[in-house]
């Protein structure tokens, strides 16, 4: 069975940085773009950043931009979010998930394109 496991969510201070991992145990996603999503208590989850599956182009959230940088490692089949300058807003349970479509030469923000996903990583900003 495929799993996605996140890590590097904790308690952070404002203004403060993070970098969350994600891989997947049990197959490779190199041909697939992945992405974070994160999802706050009482809203709805939202696209955060993404990179496509040979690392070309990549996409963030107006919310995010210039904060925020995903990248990828291939030969580890993970890839990071580095957080930077968080804010209280930041504060989530960020989820990593793989495209359903592989080899797609853009970065979807659209939640149901996304087939596989990982149990999250809380992130808490405090101020």
């Known amino acids: 069975q495929v799993h996605l496991v996140e890590s590097g969510g904790s308690l952070v201070q404002a203004g403060g940085s993070l970098r969350l991992s994600c891989a997947p145990s049990?197959?490779?996603?190199?041909?697939?773009?992945m992405a974070w999503f994160r999802q706050a208590p009482g809203k709805e989850r939202e696209f955060v950043s993404g990179?496509?599956?040979?690392?070309?182009?990549?996409a963030n959230s107006d919310s995010v931009k210039g904060r925020f940088t995903i990248s990828r490692d291939n030969a580890k089949s993970t890839i990071y979010l580095q957080m930077s300058s968080l804010k209280s807003e930041d504060t989530a349970i960020y989820y990593c998930?793989?495209?359903?479509?592989?080899?797609?030469?853009?970065?979807?923000?659209?939640?149901?394109?996304?087939?596989?996903w990982g149990q999250g990583t809380q992130v808490t900003v405090s101020l």
């Open positions: 049990g197959r490779s996603f190199k041909y697939y773009a």
């Open positions: 998930a793989v495209d359903g479509q592989a080899m797609r030469e853009a970065v979807s923000t659209t939640h149901s394109l996304y087939t596989i």
């Open positions: 990179i496509t599956w040979n690392g070309h182009w990549t």
